[in-house]
């Protein structure tokens, strides 16, 4: 049997120079969202795979159980509100000014130190007369007590009216609740108006009095685009839980065994109903609004955590179908939009500045003098090369795997199925290392979103390899051995 040769970048070129322009098409394009979706999904699968190492890391943690998230919800409104409990002004929503002081009060009380609100103010509504009874508090506990109260900004601070000041003025911080062009990453560098985003003031309020990492120094990482945000790690449903919530109960087991199941499994589907139709729970302790109250000797557990006053972390959101503020994050489900700040807030708390980044090599035209445009060289860059260093080893490959079935009785699918399963297996160990640097693969990922146009070139390389196995078999005989002008006359 002949040597089957390497392939050189331009042969590559000359012969699926239409694998390649219509991958740069879709990674670029993204045709009826195509390769943006595929790609979204392969990322959370991996998320998904991450997930249990991700809550094993934070049991070992102090870190870990520090963020605590309030839902309210319309049945905490409407109970809270009777005439016998009297906690409530309003009994539906949009809650009364007045409410959220004896909220941030009730919370204070349980021992959190900082409590964030998912809520934006834009103005002050004048059928509430309890405008100014909030700001009082406010004053009270920033100047009284030492707890931080952070509220949301929305997207743009200087839309916030300016009957809303008296407000901001008494709070310890605004917090970002809305941005774009960051995908699903979360802004950590975004300034606007002299405002962060919400987890990130959440952190520069819990490290007024510790010792934390700064930020800002994330930006100095070695490959990372600027203003390029932080990917969340997700945890699986948190143990800690109110009762009132009904969820499903979990125990997390810390040996790798049992998480390396989770993770497969994990990757294939992010499960959201348990046995008995019951929902799983959300990936971070939560408590109902109607749980906060409670007498001392008759509260939940959940509030028993053993952490030192002024360490815990309430980040209060809305629990409501009116509310609209729903996403899908890679596991466990739908959540309300208050858990994206929550985790991320536990993301920075954990990591500090070696938070999940992205890996970029980008040149800005504007460097040389050009028009402000952005070229992402890594993508440009790592399709042909990674076309070109999956071609080399499937030729290598083929080469050994005829030479291998001459002694073998192994059929044809099962070598292609190990050959689909160890293309996987590559994929899931770039990703694993990546994480391990704490880096996201970035464009890798957008790349693997192209693994069908990757068959397309294999396929018709192996028709290439076949067409010169053909021409060596045939180069290795002489014309006499195939009788062509050879025959005696007689």
Known sequence: MGTIKGISLL????????VLVVGY????????GINSKTSQAISDA??????????RELAGSASGDLVDVIL????????????????LQANDWPLAYSDYGVIIDALRRHGYGTVILDVTFYRARRLDKSFQTLVSRLDYFRDKTGINVIVGAGDDPGELEPSITDLTDAVSALGLTGWSGYGDYYPVSLVRHGHKTLAVEGYDAYCRNKECQRLTEAGNAWLTPKESGMHISWGLPAERMAASLGCADVSHSTAWWKLMIIGVRNVFSAETVRAYDEQSCPPLPTAMLSDVFCAKDECDEFFSTGRSQGDRIAIVGVSLPSARDLFDPP????????????????NLLYYGTDYLK?????FS?????????????????????LLWVVLYGVRRLIHWRWGWENTSNWPELAIEVGELALVVILICLVYIVALACHRTPGFLIELVALMPWLWVAIRNERKEIENEQKTIALAAYAPEHFAIGRDSIH
Do not use: C, N
């Not at 042969?11 to 239409?18: A, D, G, I, N, Y």
């Not at 098409?25 to 009826?32: G, I, R, Y």
């Not at 991996?46 to 809550?55: A, E, G």
């Open 11 to 18: 042969e590559l070129v000359r012969r699926h120079w239409l």
């Open 25 to 32: 098409v879709f990674a670029f394009l993204d045709p009826f």
């Open 46 to 55: 991996f998320d998904r795979m991450y997930s249990p190492f991700y809550t």
């Open 72 to 87: 309210i919800d319309d049945l905490s409104i409407y109970t809270l509100a009777k005439e016998e409990y009297g906690y």
């Open 331 to 346: 596991i466990p489900g739908r959540l309300p939009g208050v858990y994206l700040h929550a985790e991320a807030l536990r």
């Open 358 to 362: 992205p890996f970029r090599v980008q």
């Open 365 to 385: 035209l504007a460097s040389i003098g050009g028009p402000a445009w952005t070229l992402p060289i890594d993508r440009i860059l790592a399709w042909p090369l």
